[in-house]
């Protein structure tokens, strides 16, 4: 009785304190535009404010022509290299590709036979992580959340490198790979400890296969009997290269830089962009695409019917359906206007793996709010704004075929990001140079002090 007293004073001094914080902490949205204050870091156009110069990534999706911003078809550039054309080649020779795509990611060109076996035997080497470092840092404090597990592992790596102040290159290089290696074995025993504290299920700790690929041990790992087909390994081989990286300004990466630099040691930076993705607007957005796709799928009575569809997806607009925030999931995005071409690849390559099984419908139906969602939003804003699907409006059903969990749909996307943050940290050591410190610009009016004893 006691505590539960102490309970309810305390939440009456925290809703006391909330409503002195929200009475003196207003900013009035009209002054963001007066003093031209481009939030987000975004031009009134909704183009990004250039912040740095690249070599690693360039995401196309529109062009200014004398001022005017036009919608072009989106372009997804590895180092120069398109990404359709790494994928299709990766695809036609049943070759796994996403150590290869870490090499020219990491060192800017693609390397050729030798060197990516070589790269490759260095990876699967370094995939163990440090003697008891499972016991000690993960199984003994278990987290109901993988993302916030996973940070606070990079972390503690650090305890485990002698250097871990040192930035050269050579270190910062070292550090990377290990890290890379390594994050497929953290997120793995990570969920192993979560589903055995919280979930009450039986705890699987596979011993690591050198012999295989970074897309093939997480599957190997994952599964309880390591079963896996070859068809299985390769697809999300192909979500991972799609998910490597995605140029310097997406949130995660830009953490990643803001912290390399202050100069901190290279675990921090990357743990900021672990706390970065996990966000619903950044990488939990696919989870958000498989709870709406649930809602349409109890909601919609025949999933062929395109004026059905399109009426639900105008409930969801007007937050009668869905999750009620208005939102149709996996629509638009911040650069892509025409199209994004990690949807388009995806949605091909998973069609074939879904077509006979019991995820072809749920496929056909994302690919009519792909069609008619455009539709819907033109009709309800009547501002003519080009918007098209981008990769999480399918990359959360791709996970589901692949007995992917929920609770990794993150997670898998920070495993893959890992090599875009370390290229783009190294890229920053190199040619940074100056510490990121934007300006803010305050709008409290002066005041004078009042002693404590006459307020």
């Excluded at 036009?70 to 150590?99: H, M, N, P, Q, S």
């Excluded at 896996?228 to 081989?237: H, N, Q, R, S, V």
């Excluded at 921090?268 to 649930?294: C, F, Q």
């Amino acid at each position: 009785m006691l505590e539960g007293t102490k309970s309810r004073t305390r939440n009456q001094v925290i809703e006391t304190l909330c409503e002195n914080y929200k009475k003196y902490n207003h900013i009035d949205a009209s002054l963001f535009g007066k003093y031209r204050v481009k939030r987000g870091l975004r031009n009134e156009d909704g183009t990004g404010v250039m912040a740095g110069l690249t070599q690693i990534c360039n995401v196309h999706g529109y062009i200014v022509n004398e001022g005017v911003k036009e919608a072009v078809d989106g372009g997804l550039i590895y180092r120069g290299y398109d990404i359709i054309d790494i994928i299709e080649d990766c695809y036609k020779t049943k070759r796994f590709g996403y150590e290869e795509v870490a090499y020219l990611l990491l060192f800017g060109v693609l390397p050729q036979e030798e060197e990516i076996k070589f790269f490759s035997s260095t990876l699967a080497a370094m995939r163990g992580l440090p003697s008891g470092f499972v016991e000690d840092v993960i199984l003994k404090t278990p987290s109901k959340n993988i993302m916030n597990k996973m940070a606070q592992c990079l972390l503690s790596l650090y305890t485990y490198d002698d250097a871990a102040e040192s930035t050269s290159i050579e270190h910062e290089l070292k550090t990377a790979i290990e890290i890379i290696a390594r994050m497929p074995a953290i997120m793995v025993a990570a969920y192993q400890s979560k589903r055995k504290n919280f979930d009450n299920q039986s705890l699987f700790l596979h011993p690591i296969r050198k012999e295989e690929t970074a897309a093939q041990s997480i599957l190997s790992t994952l599964r309880p009997d390591r079963q896996y087909t070859d068809e299985e390994a390769l697809l999300l081989d192909i979500m991972m290269i799609l998910q490597a990286e995605h140029g310097g300004g997406n949130n995660s990466t830009f953490s990643t830089r803001v912290l390399t630099s202050s100069g901190t040691d290279a675990y921090s930076a990357y743990t900021a962009g672990m706390g970065s993705l996990k966000g619903p607007k950044h990488g939990g957005a696919n989870i958000k695409v498989m709870e709406m796709l649930s809602y349409m799928e109890r909601g919609i009575s025949n999933f062929d019917d395109e004026a059905e569809i399109k009426e639900f997806l105008q409930k969801i607009l007007a937050k009668k359906e869905g999750d009620g925030s208005g939102l149709i999931y996996g629509m638009g995005h911040a650069v892509y206007t025409k199209s994004d071409p990690r949807a388009i690849i995806l949605r091909e390559k998973a069609m074939n793996l879904a077509n006979g099984t019991e995820f072809e419908k749920s496929f056909k139906l994302l690919s009519k709010v792909e069609y008619l969602a455009p539709i819907v939003l033109t009709e309800a804003k009547g501002d003519g704004k080009s918007i098209c699907a981008n990769v999480d409006l399918y990359s959360g059903l791709v996970f589901k075929m692949l007995q992917i969990p929920e609770d990794l749909f993150t997670p898998m996307f920070a495993v893959s990001r890992i090599v875009g943050w370390a290229a783009h940290r190294l890229e920053e050591i190199i040619s940074g140079g100056r510490i990121m410190r934007p300006a803010y610009k305050s709008v409290y009016d002066d005041l004078e002090y009042t002693p404590l004893s006459e307020r």
